[in-house]
């Protein structure tokens, strides 16, 4: 499990130097993300390697929220202020990203047999 993570990261790290040394205008760990992605489905030992950290990251992913909860808890003085826009721009972010979502699904599934 523990080569799985460092694959991760190191996907990760990739992605990054590659972003700052192209000068691309997309984050690093995004670059990398897709990195990945083009390694899981050209080899399956990676996969193989990968799947156990990733399960165990997924399993554990409510644990990653929780600075987020911590830092809006924090600095809830300042959300107040901007909370009508906050809520319009969170609303407004997941219906574009449901519908484009749903919108590759449909066109991945049209293209298999």
Request: charged share 10%; aromatic share 6%.
């Amino acid at each position: 499990m523990l080569d799985g993570l460092l694959i991760l990261l190191a996907f990760q790290f990739a992605g990054d130097l590659l972003v700052r040394t192209l000068g691309l205008p997309l984050p690093g760990p995004v670059l990398g993300m897709v990195l990945l992605l083009i390694a899981l489905t050209t080899r399956a030992a990676v996969l193989q390697r990968v799947a156990p950290a990733a399960n165990l990251l997924i399993g554990n992913l409510t644990l990653l929220f929780f600075p987020i909860g911590i830092g809006i808890v924090l600095e809830w003085e300042r959300y107040s202020k901007h909370g009508l826009a906050l809520l319009v721009s969170i609303v407004a972010g997941t219906i574009i990203a449901l519908v484009l979502v749903t919108a590759l699904l449909k066109l991945l599934l049209r293209s298999q047999p």
